[in-house]
């Protein structure tokens, strides 16, 4: 979990959301969906703010050494990490936490996601393009806050709503007109990995049992956004409740198997 100071190489606005590219050889050999880094959003000699900001990758090129970021500058420090132009040098470290694991098996992926680890689930599209058939949902507050579908496999298909996260639950399943019956992508998928904040939990995991006759360990997971201020375990701020008691979103995710997640 080395530091890196990387330099940025390209830098694109998409909306509200900003698309970093960096040159991080190492970090770039390291990473897999579902791993995020911890940026310093401060200029040099400034200790404001102080705490590092989460930033889940958005994509990774060994071969080239870069490493991409996409940002939605929410509060001030996401601000400045966005508008550092090409040229500059950002401070990260990372990789960090659990990513996302497949079913070799897997064929029939669905994607799902609103919130700060949406960008995970681009990395995974991009991942998983050459290994089978994958679907996308997306959701967020404005059509600004959504990735546009150039970020994705041409071959994926994507569905997207701006009528807020919440809508990311109707997405996945919503009645039929009878009123008894459910209908949900969740049925075709042999696999769901999530992007996930913590109110949508429990209703995503609704929608899989109502999507699903059997639901199995590892057939969905989620990357749960939230509070990370160390990522290395340590401060235990970022404790969530599982089956298996307390741990620590940072070390222990930021992907849990749903089933696991209370």
């Not at 970020?151 to 919440?166: I, N, V």
């Not at 404790?239 to 209370?262: E, N």
Request: glycine share 12%; proline share 11%; charged share 20%.
């Amino acid at each position: 979990m080395p530091y890196h100071e990387p330099i940025i190489i390209e830098r694109r606005e998409l909306g509200a959301l900003r698309q970093i590219t960096v040159r991080a050889p190492e970090l770039a050999r390291a990473a897999r969906p579902g791993h995020y880094v911890l940026a310093r959003c401060a200029p040099p000699g400034s200790a404001d703010p102080l705490l590092r900001r989460v930033a889940f990758l958005a994509g990774a090129d060994p071969v080239a050494g870069a490493v991409e970021l996409l940002i939605d500058p929410v509060e001030r420090g996401l601000i400045w990490l966005a508008d550092q132009p090409v040229g500059a040098q950002i401070d990260l470290f990372g990789p960090l936490g659990t990513p996302f694991s497949l079913d070799g098996r897997t064929r029939n992926l669905l994607l799902a996601g609103t919130g700060p680890a949406l960008p995970a689930l681009i990395f995974l599209a991009r991942a998983v393009a050459v290994g089978g058939v994958a679907g996308v949902l997306l959701a967020a507050g404005a059509p600004e806050h959504l990735p546009p579908p150039f970020l994705l496999p041409p071959d994926m298909e994507y569905q997207r709503s701006a009528d807020g996260p919440t809508a990311l639950i109707g997405l996945l399943g919503a009645p039929t007109p009878g009123g008894a019956l459910f209908t949900s992508p969740i049925a075709w998928a042999d696999q769901i990995c999530l992007a996930l904040t913590a109110d949508l939990v429990t209703p995503a995991a609704d929608a899989v049992r109502a999507g699903r006759m059997r639901w199995g360990r590892g057939f969905a997971q989620a990357a749960l956004a939230g509070p990370t201020p160390c990522g290395v375990g340590t401060c235990q701020s970022c404790l969530i409740d599982t089956r298996d008691g307390l741990r620590t979103r940072c070390k222990d995710g930021p992907v849990f198997d749903l089933r696991d997640l209370r």
